[in-house]
């Protein structure tokens, strides 16, 4: 698995997201032309080389013109929705901004078609989110996975005057996060980063281990005295204790339920706020339950780490009254992802190998793109890009 885990020892914004995985290989040009479909107007992306400590490392700036005008939660909803970005940016995007939508609403107490906040407005909020998630997926990260945050100290000034850190959206938006302080007076973790991590992370902990294949250097607003204002993200594909046969193995999760009274519409938003949440599958097997009564087992396969949170989920978006749950090994293929020239341009492989064993994939998502934009079949698609 293709992952990037998030180094937040010195906080994380939309700034230092988009610096770190620039600095780890993501073209800017790419980036600003994949942002073009959003159609936003009047802002440039800047890249600099600056030093935060001693440490050398790569700071975005969106420059926006001045004054300018603030827009509704509903208008970002509908800029995002609208916008030709591919349908599982939207969602992500989506996803974050509602995130930051719900914490300022219960901050402020207001009802959200009225929220209406310079700080959820501005041009660069909307790129910092949306291109991170571009570059995210322009690397091909299948996982992402993040260290707890730095909030940092001391107060912050907002529109409404001075406030403890972290801010009081921040607050909220962290919550179920592991997080910590070091000390340090100035506000490290801002409402934009903690969303961008807090919806795309799967978990929280340490350095995954991995194999690292790049590290990318993101600079903060900040030159500190007590650490370098960096987030830093490695790059790389996961591993695990491998076998003598080349198969590795590692401990999950099995998470189930059985549900008998459910509108059977639900089931498909559930699955992908799973799988947004972490989950590793999620399966349905139609059960005969008490009283002859038809349902389902709901089951989620989920890094112990995540498992909590795939819970939370189950309690709050189904009509359960209790669940199950148990670790377990499971042993797999070691895989990894390569990107091929084909006819239709670039493609991403999913290559599975083992000794006197292997076989390459096509990403499902990069051939259902190459059948929209040539019309072709999607299975003809498919055949012609297979490898065996």
Same mark, same amino acid.
Do not use: W
């Given at each position: ?12 914004? @939309? ?9 780890? $290989? ?48 509903? =208008? ?13 940016? +939207?969602? +992500? ?37 949306? @291109? ?22 001391? *107060? ?33 973790? *801002? ?46 594909? =996961? ?16 998470? =189930? ?10 089931? =498909? ?25 038809? $349902? ?21 978006? *189904? *009509? ?54 040539? @019309? ?13």
């Amino acid at each position: 698995m293709r992952i990037a885990y998030f180094d937040c020892f010195s906080g994380i914004s @939309g700034d230092m997201c988009l610096g770190a995985l620039v600095d780890a $290989g993501v073209s800017l040009e790419e980036i600003r032309r994949r942002l073009g479909a959003l159609g936003l107007a009047s802002y440039k992306l800047r890249r600099r080389r600056v030093k935060r400590g001693g440490i050398s490392a790569t700071k975005i700036d969106v420059i926006v013109p001045r004054n300018e005008p603030p827009r509704k939660a509903s =208008e970002i909803t509908n800029l995002i929705g609208r916008s030709k970005l591919p349908e599982h940016i +939207k969602r +992500k995007g989506l996803r974050i901004f509602r995130k930051l939508f719900q914490a300022e609403k219960k901050v402020h107490g207001v009802r959200l078609k009225d929220l209406h906040l310079h700080e959820l407005s501005a041009t660069d909020c909307i790129v910092d989110i949306i @291109g991170t998630l571009l570059c995210l997926d322009m690397l091909g990260i299948e996982e992402v996975r993040a260290s707890p945050l730095n909030l940092g100290g001391g *107060t912050v000034q907002t529109e409404h005057g001075l406030m403890p850190v972290p801010a009081p959206a921040t607050a909220q938006i962290i919550m179920g996060i592991p997080v910590f302080s070091s000390g340090i007076q100035r506000e490290l973790t *801002t409402p934009t980063g903690a969303a961008i991590i807090a919806e795309t992370a799967a978990s929280f902990g340490h350095c995954p281990r991995m194999t690292v294949t790049a590290i990318g250097v993101g600079a903060g607003g900040y030159d500190l005295e007590e650490q370098p204002n960096i987030l830093r993200i490695f790059i790389g594909d =996961e591993t695990g204790p491998a076998r003598e046969d080349g198969k590795t193995a590692e401990r999950i999760t099995v998470i =189930e339920t059985n549900i008998d009274d459910m509108n059977p519409q639900v089931y =498909e938003y559930l699955m992908e706020r799973l799988f947004g949440a972490g989950a590793l599958d999620v399966f349905l097997t139609t059960v005969i339950m008490k009283k002859s009564r038809p $349902g389902v087992l709901l089951r989620v396969l989920v890094h112990p780490a995540s498992s909590r949170r795939i819970m939370d989920i189950l309690f709050e978006e *189904t *009509t359960t009254l209790g669940i199950r749950f148990h670790e377990t090994e499971r042993i797999c293929l070691e895989r990894r992802t390569e990107e091929v020239s084909t006819e239709f341009g670039p493609v991403r492989y999913k290559v599975v190998t083992a000794e006197g064993y292997g076989r390459a994939v096509p990403e499902y998502e990069d051939c259902r793109r190459i059948a929209e934009t040539t @019309g072709l079949p999607l299975v003809d698609v498919m055949k012609k890009l297979s490898r065996g």
